[in-house]
């Protein structure tokens, strides 16, 4: 038996409905917040994650699904969305949209070869936005305000708000130097992929889950002590407007990301739900001020964020929150005979161009079979068609949710419903 790849889900179709609730509700919030729907293709050069990403990532140097293509163009399946949307910005010269800055959201499978865990995939959901062409700490607030909106939207309560800044090129470059200094006498004492960090991306030991209780990551030198007067004065600013509308957060200077084109304003929204996992991390984000310089582009700026749908549902999971399903049928119709079979099939048609949803049993089941089959498929009403019916050209309607029934005539009938 051919079986589903590794890291990968079906959604079935008893699942389908949670999905779509949380679709509307991200589509609902994004316009609320004026983010418009922008859709980039599933593969992209592959240059752009090397250049965007960065090189020494784990996204690009271990888990990207990349390819040839018949022309021998190297391709790659987008590992996330925040470079194809830098891209498109660039190549649609955006920059001189009359909608300004450039709000947009997507909503879009992602893949990365990961190792198989409880909340990795190997192809996931993410829903993401970026704000692209505006510098100004409150839009920085109106993206974290927008992720808080979400989650909180679904009534999860277990939340927690990390942020740090970890500043412009410059302060970083100096920081990374600094910790170089402090862990490489000691390298020796890391797990095998801090030691290749310490040449390409220091920063990251910080957030490393192997050595996180490692003396030296305790003793590390602060990122904040390294932030020129501008950077610390654009990190206090976030804060006290987050504060100034009631957002809750905590300052964790080890909170570096792991993504190379992150600048300044940085954050993650864990869980600490009971329950939920090893994982805990429900959404990630941060500003971008280098990246579209970095891929050719104008000297704009941008912040974003994404999560992924799979995570959502799990945090919802862990705290009991069900998603309310949306209504079944409006009428579904039991027949007796062959007669009343084939009349059901005309009367289905009919009712269906009009909009109304119905369904009829093609197993020709019995009777008590169907009325169960009538439950399950959740609707609102019912109607035996028998030989009396068919002869009388009148059905008698029962709802479902008080047992009440009415009798009525066929068009009659189907008047109502369309009501
Ligand atoms: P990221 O932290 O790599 O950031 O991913 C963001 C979110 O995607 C994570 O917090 C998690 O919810 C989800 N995610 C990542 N990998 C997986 C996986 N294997 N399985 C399930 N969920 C996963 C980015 O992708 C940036 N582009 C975010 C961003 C937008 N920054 C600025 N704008």
Same mark, same amino acid.
């Given at each position: ?8 889900? @079906? ?8 999905? !779509? ?9 994004? /316009? ?36 040839? =293509? ?23 010269? *955006? ?14 499978? *992602? ?40 989650? !909180? ?24 130097? $600094? ?15 801090? !030691? ?25 030198? +602060? ?36 993504? @190379? ?34 891929? @050719? ?17 799990? $945090? ?19 027949? *007796? ?31 008590? /079979?169907?009325?169960? @089959? /009538?439950?399950?498929?959740? $609707?609102?009403? +019912?109607?035996?068609?028998?030989? =009396? ?31």
């Amino acid at each position: 038996m051919i079986q589903i790849p590794r890291g990968t889900q @079906d959604i079935l179709p008893g699942e389908s409905y949670k999905w !779509q609730v949380i679709e509307e509700k991200l589509r609902e919030i994004a /316009a609320n917040y004026n983010y418009r729907e922008i859709r980039t293709p599933v593969f992209e050069a592959t240059e752009l994650f090397v250049r965007g990403v960065g090189g020494s990532t784990d996204i690009v140097n271990k888990e990207m699904y990349t390819f040839e =293509d018949k022309g021998g163009r190297s391709l790659t399946l987008r590992p996330e969305g925040t470079a194809p949307v830098v891209r498109s910005y660039i190549e649609n010269k *955006m920059q001189h949209d009359v909608n300004q800055p450039v709000k947009v959201f997507y909503k879009e499978p *992602m893949f990365r070869y990961e190792r198989k865990q409880k909340g990795r995939y190997r192809q996931f959901v993410q829903f993401g936005i970026e704000a692209i062409g505006v510098e100004d700490p409150l839009i920085d607030v109106e993206v974290l305000s927008m992720l808080m909106h979400i989650y !909180q939207s679904f009534g999860l309560k277990n939340l927690k708000l990390y942020i740090n800044s970890i500043g412009d090129h410059q302060s970083r470059k100096e920081y990374n130097d $600094a910790l170089v200094s402090h862990f490489e006498p000691r390298i020796d004492e890391f797990c095998a992929d801090c !030691q290749s960090r310490i040449d390409t991306n220091p920063m990251r030991i910080l957030d490393c889950k192997k050595d996180r209780d490692h003396e030296l990551i305790k003793t590390a030198p +602060v990122i904040y002590n390294f932030l020129n007067e501008e950077s610390k004065a654009y990190f206090e600013t976030v804060k006290e407007k987050l504060t100034d509308i009631g957002i809750e957060y905590e300052v964790d200077y080890n909170l570096v990301r792991g993504l @190379d084109y992150y600048t300044h304003t940085a954050f993650e929204l864990m869980s600490d739900a009971e329950g939920f996992g090893a994982i805990t991390t429900l959404c990630g984000g941060g500003r971008y001020n280098g990246l579209l310089e970095l891929l @050719d582009g104008p000297h704009e700026t941008g912040i974003g964020f994404a999560l992924s749908i799979e995570r959502l549902l799990m $945090a919802l999971e862990a705290e009991g929150i069900e998603l309310e399903q949306p209504d079944g049928i409006k009428l579904y119709i039991c027949t *007796m005979d062959d007669n009343s079979f084939d009349k059901a099939g005309t009367l289905l048609h009919e009712l269906r161009t009009k909009g109304i949803s119905a369904d009829m049993d093609y197993k020709r089941r019995k009777l008590k /079979a169907q009325m169960k @089959d /009538a439950d399950r498929k959740r $609707a609102e009403h +019912v109607i035996v068609l028998g030989e =009396d019916e068919i002869n009388s050209g009148e059905v008698e309607l029962k709802s479902m949710q008080d047992g009440e029934s009415r009798t009525m005539n066929i068009d009659e009938l189907k008047n109502y419903l369309e009501d």
